[in-house]
């Protein structure tokens, strides 16, 4: 299905009737569907088939008096996208296809958004002539040529690795895109070599600040100047299907990236500060094999006893300390037990075969609160919920217990000292007792496993 924007044809919508192509009742049943659906006109009238795709462009290319370009049979000049920012592109639709002296020719979803094409002017700094296309087939070329570009290429650590410095990146004398591209993979780097799971960037008057998070500490790591930090958030938001454009409201995506030829994930989230954005960004690596990080074969076949029948599975510990590796790990060791396994995410960290995984969407209103109140109706016997805080979520948890679920999911304690001081308040009082099996992470080489029993010793 492809579409047309609004601004175009709710200026020519009535066109339509005067032409004799659509009735004005029918004209009027396609925008309340499309205010229902929260979709623009053209889209409504494509999929209630009361007009096609072409006998709506062709309709606007006659009345607008500008061509229309099937991009199906078409190659743009892959120079071009030099003077379209990918970030301009997916903002208003537009994907550049050739220019001939100072004249860009731009295919257009909406063409007679007068304010994209006075951007477009500003930033390519020559004439712009606009062609008609459908919404989808730019978006299929955006994602088909700008994409090639906008990847971390492969990271190799070498035997000298140790002396690496991203800034070294970062001083050397040429401009562009790439460099940025360059400098994120240096800083990717060096962060992998150090064994770092978190680092961020944070805005301040010289710049925006590198840092790295190791053993709960901070750790500046260099500044990239001022004059970079806007090109080098964008080119950062891109690699991570972020919108560049907005920096108002948080978003949350997700970065891959190779290291010697293995498939890392980090995910990003982006948050406003009275500085600018600040920008989190969180390393996974991909599941182990259980045996590895639970070499002890009685305490591994205490958690899979754990995931064959009714209870909650807690893995605790410190920020940062592998429990998400660790569930992962848990979820692909149990892919093969006949069962319908689920995860409620904020990011899929890695694509698991056999396992339902769901991602959170706050822009579209599904957010954790929804996705519990409506998992229950796909008849899931084993969910992953990530990150389980409130006293609701605690005991949305306990009634998918009394359901004859299993339930896995994390929760942050320092220590097992910590964790009985927490598990004591009264709001844990049932949760505690409904806990089948705990898996505490002391450290990367020292993971602990308690069956129901020596644990409710443990918290009584």
């Given at each position: 299905m492809e579409t047309i924007n609004n601004k175009t044809l709710e200026k020519l919508k009535y066109e339509l009737v005067r032409d004799g192509i659509v009735s004005y009742e029918t004209l009027e049943k396609a925008e309340e569907l499309a205010n229902v659906?929260?979709?623009?006109?053209?889209?409504?009238?494509?999929?209630?088939n009361i007009l096609s795709e072409d006998t709506l462009l062709r309709f606007l290319e006659s009345k607008l008096h500008i061509p229309y370009v099937n991009l199906e049979d078409y190659s743009p000049d892959p120079k071009c996208f030099n003077f379209v920012a990918f970030a301009d592109a997916m903002r208003y639709r537009i994907i550049p296809l050739f220019k001939i002296e100072e004249v860009l020719t731009v295919a257009m979803a909406d063409p007679l958004d007068l304010f994209a094409i006075d951007k477009i002017i500003?930033?390519?700094?020559?004439?712009?002539?606009?062609?008609?296309?459908?919404?989808t087939s730019i978006l299929k070329k955006i994602d088909e040529y700008y994409k090639v570009a906008d990847t971390v290429d492969d990271i190799t650590l070498s035997s000298d690795a140790e002396q690496f410095d991203w800034t070294e990146e970062l001083h050397k004398?040429?401009?562009g895109e790439e460099r940025i591209q360059r400098v994120i993979r240096a800083i990717l780097k060096q962060a992998i070599i150090e064994d770092i799971h978190e680092l961020n960037f944070e805005q301040d008057e010289n710049g925006l600040k590198v840092i790295f998070k190791q053993n709960g500490e901070i750790v500046d790591?260099?500044?990239?100047?001022?004059?970079?930090?806007s090109a080098f958030v964008s080119k950062l938001k891109t690699l991570s299907n972020l919108d560049p454009s907005v920096c108002e409201i948080p978003q949350l995506g997700k970065l891959c990236f190779k290291v010697d030829n293995t498939m890392l994930i980090a995910s990003i989230s982006s948050f406003p500060t009275i500085m600018g954005e600040r920008i989190s960004l969180k390393i996974y690596k991909p599941p182990s094999k259980l045996e590895k990080i639970i070499p002890d074969e009685k305490q591994r076949a205490t958690l899979l006893?754990?995931?064959?029948?009714?209870?909650i599975i807690l893995v605790c510990g410190a920020p940062l300390c592998g429990k998400t590796h660790v569930i992962y790990s848990?979820?692909?060791?149990?892919?093969?037990?006949?069962?319908?396994?689920m995860t409620i995410e904020s990011i899929a960290k890695y694509e698991l075969l056999h396992i339902n995984q769901c991602e959170l969407n706050e822009n579209i209103g599904f957010n954790m609160d929804k996705a519990l109140r409506f998992v229950e109706f796909q008849s899931p016997d084993v969910v992953y919920l990530e990150g389980i805080k409130t006293r609701e979520s605690f005991e949305f948890l306990s009634e998918l217990f009394?359901?004859?679920?299993?339930?896995i999911t994390e929760f942050m304690a320092n220590s097992m000292t910590d964790l009985r001081q927490k598990m004591a308040f009264e709001d844990f009082s049932n949760f505690k007792t409904l806990i089948s099996c705990l898996v505490f992470i002391h450290s990367r080489d020292s993971i602990e496993v308690f069956d129901k029993t020596t644990l409710q010793k443990y918290l009584a």
């Open positions: 659906q929260n979709i623009n006109i053209g889209q409504a009238m494509i999929n209630s500003e930033t390519a700094e020559c004439s712009i002539e606009p062609v008609i296309a459908s919404e004398e040429d401009s790591k260099g500044i990239i100047p001022a004059i970079l930090n006893s754990a995931v064959e029948k009714p209870g848990l979820l692909v060791e149990t892919k093969n037990i006949k069962k319908n396994i009394y359901s004859d679920k299993t339930v």
